[in-house]
């Protein structure tokens, strides 16, 4: 397979296989994602790339994940069974080796926790799941103050903001809650306890 594809190359790749909007969103989780690199000192290029392609499984429709988590053997639990676009974040993951030779392992785990979050995050994990909650083209309610966070504050205190926010989201639409992301929480707020920034919602 070709491995020395250019930015580029992966990013007219990706253009031919996602609708438009979807396209536009990564663009903007790319940028975010080398933003958020540049402040927090994550190399800003593999942020980009990793925010390029964090989506690159969405080329698959719902009823099929299921089945192309299968044929990558890939584990999943009830919560991906009920709930299958979960699956487009494993799946990308592999995905970006397969049909963009991008062989590097912080970059698939970046984008297997894109959705869900997980424990023991690392940095680059962390930019990835945040750039994806306020790229330029999201709308929500509360999307302004993360981007004002994405600014100011420190990486954990401005993921558990954004941690925080998902899951009151997902609560109050009585849907279910991912264990990752209550764990990628609760491993924030324990590493910091007691810390001032850490002390306030909002
Ligand atoms: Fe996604
Ligand atoms: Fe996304």
């Known amino acids: 397979m070709k491995r020395d594809m250019t930015y580029e190359e992966r990013r007219n790749i990706l253009k031919a296989s996602l609708k438009p909007t979807r396209y536009e969103h990564s663009l903007g989780v790319a ?22 392609l964090h989506d690159c499984a969405r080329t698959y429709r ?10 990558r053997h890939i584990v999943f639990g009830p919560l ?9 974040a494993y799946i990308g993951a592999e995905l970006v080796r397969e049909q963009y030779g991008v062989d590097d392992d912080g970059i698939s785990q970046a984008i297997w926790r894109h959705t869900v ?25 509360g999307v302004e103050k993360l981007r004002r966070l994405a600014r100011t ?23 279910l809650v991912h264990p990752d992301t209550v764990l990628a929480r609760n491993e ?13 919602k909002g």
């Open 117 to 141: 979050g997980g424990a023991g995050m690392t940095r680059l994990d962390k930019i990835i799941w945040f750039a994806d909650m306020i790229e330029p083209n999201r709308d929500y309610p």
């Open 62 to 71: 719902n009823d099929e994940l299921v089945a192309e988590a299968e044929k």
């Open 80 to 88: 991906e069974r009920a709930m299958p676009v979960l699956l487009h």
């Open 31 to 52: 940028e975010t994602a080398a933003f958020l690199a540049g402040r927090f000192g994550v190399d800003v290029q593999r942020a980009r790339l990793a925010g390029l």
């Open 153 to 175: 504050a420190s990486l954990d205190r401005m993921v558990l903001e954004g941690l925080s926010d998902s899951i009151a989201f997902v609560v109050a639409q009585n849907h």
């Open 188 to 200: 924030i707020l324990l590493h910091h306890a007691g810390e001032d920034e850490f002390r306030q």
